[in-house]
């Protein structure tokens, strides 16, 4: 079996992004910390992990972006890939240019040339939030999905058996056979820090460059939408100390009107 995972390069968690001041070109992203969108950062984990199962043959990083894209494919090189695809762009990476519906357009191209079993995703990048590109991949393919899992074995047979995470709990459902697609949730594993040996041994792993020509593809997939106006979100307002309970109540009821 040989799996395909898809990683975003992202403005690392702990950054406190910055609106530009025209609010229209959306966030700074100069001289800003960038770093591997934690939920690929779960798909990875997840791949490697099937590999040293002896369930897979070959994991196979790709990201799409800058050339700056070929460092987050290093580090999932180190945690145990076998080899990068970058799918190099100068446009920006985030839900200002690079959209959804173009990444899935995309990678549909790779994996017909790659023409992997499996492709795992992360549910979301932190940067947009949005979760479609692991379902709109699997509807331009034809294949079989399983969003937000939580687990996820590999049967004797072949056969996928998945533990989803829904509103209502989680469920567990089956795909027959592969290829298929998988986007992972929080609960599904806890990624592996890289070590230095193996980020040495990353530094010999090969990375190969295309460009949208290369796949067949042209600069209109990556257009997308009109950004109207991009702004911080509203200041929190400071809280208030009570001194009793009946204080905390009747604040609640007559100002905060939450309780009748």
Request: glycine letters at 6%; hydrophobic letters at 40%; aromatic letters at 4%.
């Amino acid at each position: 079996m040989r799996i395909l995972v898809p990683i975003k390069r992202v403005i690392d968690y702990a950054v406190k992004v910055r609106v530009n001041p025209d609010r229209i070109s959306g966030v700074d992203l100069n001289n800003v910390k960038m770093s591997l969108n934690p939920f690929c950062e779960i798909a990875v984990e997840e791949a490697v992990r099937l590999k040293e199962a002896k369930k897979a043959s070959e994991v196979i990083a790709v990201s799409i972006g800058p050339k700056q894209s070929t460092e987050t494919i290093k580090t999932a090189l180190a945690m145990g890939c076998d080899r990068g695809i970058h799918v190099l762009t100068d446009i920006r990476t985030d839900y200002m240019q690079l959209q959804p519906w173009s990444v899935a357009n995309i990678l549909k191209e790779v994996v017909q040339r790659e023409n992997p079993d499996l492709v795992i995703v992360g549910k979301q990048s932190i940067d947009s939030d949005c979760g479609h590109t692991g379902p709109m991949l699997a509807g331009l393919m034809g294949w079989p999905q399983a969003t937000f899992a939580a687990k996820l074995t590999v049967e004797a047979d072949g056969a996928l058996l998945i533990e989803r995470e829904t509103d209502a709990g989680t469920e567990t459902i089956s795909i027959p056979k592969m290829p298929a697609v998988i986007s992972c949730d929080l609960r599904l594993n806890e990624p592996r820090y890289a070590t230095l040996p193996n980020i040495m041994k990353a530094k010999k792993k090969k990375i190969d460059t295309l460009k949208l020509k290369d796949l067949g593809l042209s600069e209109e997939i990556l257009s997308g939408h009109e950004i109207l106006e991009v702004y911080d979100p509203p200041s929190r307002k400071a809280g208030i100390m009570v001194e009793s309970v009946d204080q905390l109540i009747d604040k609640l009821k007559n100002e905060a009107g939450c309780i009748a």
